[in-house]
């Protein structure tokens, strides 16, 4: 890896001493016997594999693992996925492949060419990426040699993407892991998960960035500056390490990073929506309204962005635009859970605009009053 600062993997550079976690007791493909089971007793017979597929596809709808699963921020192993019926889009992608190759499938992960999307965590700015599975066919089937398989709680279909390794698939599992330990303050072990996942995808910019980012908010920034720089010989155009380098550079470099970050935030829905969210946390209101509206300007198909709106109308008390935003929210929304909450938060600004009627009601019917007692 051309210049890559190496030396900042090592846990002695920040905190004085190893750390370390069991990265060999996570195993995201690993299977048990409820779940062989749950291949073997119907679906790895069927001699078709494109129907082998669909028959896997519907027994996991008939046994509820596609009603109210998704939780972003849980990512599992099979396993334990298979057992919970929930998690997030690698999860249940670990949890069909394990499946499918049991049943004798060839499943792949893939990676999705979806537009980035961004969401903000404590005060941090996320990138995501999204996963899915890729089953390959026989050559004999048809011109179609392969069946993709997605989770997700928004309508990616017509995004194509590229198979990736089990070790690059696994690298994401880590960087998971690493987000939900440094939102839990846990240094300790959100430092060795993303040394393990730049270990098993060393090429992929995102695991330098959060080992960036990692350093920048321990007050580290010339340390941040190195490893943000590196990611940019990966990826010249990554928008969160371009705006690490923002901070911290100038002359030519900062003007070409200030462009190329200026264009892409400008024109990516997903960015606009996380600067809104960010801008709500710190009860900037009005600077998130025009973000979520720019959001929407540029896609209008995504029920977060109405939903995020009809929270920020409600607080600046513009009940009945707020309302619209949330029946939008809702006719979008692909999963129950949410079109339900949507409803709630319907249900509660129609209460507030009826609480909002009956306080003028009486402060006019007060002021009648008032004014007629003057007469008398």
Request: net charge positive.
């Amino acid at each position: 890896m051309r210049d890559a600062p190496l030396h900042l993997l090592e846990s002695r550079a920040f905190l004085g001493s190893d750390t370390s976690v069991d990265v060999a007791s996570i195993q995201p493909l690993l299977i048990d016997a409820e779940m062989r089971d749950f291949v073997a007793s119907d679906i790895a017979t069927i001699r078709s594999k494109r129907w082998r597929i669909q028959a896997l596809v519907n027994k996991l709808a008939d046994n509820g693992y596609y009603t109210n699963y998704y939780d972003a921020g849980l990512t599992q192993s099979a396993r334990d996925t298979f057992r919970k019926k929930r998690g997030n889009c690698l999860s249940f992608t670990h949890m069909f492949i394990a499946l499918a190759r049991e049943a004798g499938l060839q499943a792949h992960y893939e990676l999705v060419h979806a537009p980035p999307m961004y969401t903000v965590n404590d005060g941090v700015l996320e990138h995501q990426v999204h996963i899915r599975v890729r089953i390959t066919l026989p050559r004999r089937m048809n011109a179609n040699r392969s069946v993709s398989v997605d989770f997700n709680r928004r309508n990616i279909s017509e995004f194509d993407g590229r198979i990736v390794s089990d070790e690059f698939a696994k690298s994401l599992h880590f960087a998971n892991n690493a987000i939900e330990a440094w939102r839990n303050n846990d240094e300790s072990t959100t430092f060795p998960y993303i040394v393990e996942a730049i270990r098993l995808a060393p090429r992929h910019p995102d695991h330098w960035v959060n080992l960036a980012t990692f350093y920048s908010r321990r007050g580290m920034a010339q340390e941040a500056f190195l490893i943000n720089r590196h990611a940019l010989f990966l990826d010249p155009y990554h928008t969160i390490a371009l705006g690490g380098i923002l901070e911290h550079s100038n002359g030519k470099e900062f003007e070409r990073a200030k462009a190329v970050i200026e264009r892409h935030r400008r024109n990516n829905p997903y960015y606009q929506f996380a600067m809104a969210q960010r801008a709500v946390s710190n009860d900037d209101l009005s600077s998130a309204l025009r973000f979520v509206d720019r959001s929407l300007e540029l896609n209008k198909r995504d029920h977060r962005f109405f939903g995020l709106r009809g929270e920020i109308l409600t607080s600046l008390k513009s009940f009945s635009k707020a309302r619209e935003s949330f029946r939008r929210a809702r006719s979008l929304a692909e999963y129950e859970v949410h079109r339900q909450q949507y409803q709630q938060a319907m249900d509660q600004v129609e209460q507030l605009m009826l609480d909002l009627a009956l306080d003028k009601q009486a402060l006019h019917e007060s002021s009648t009053e008032m004014t007629a007692q003057f007469d008398r």
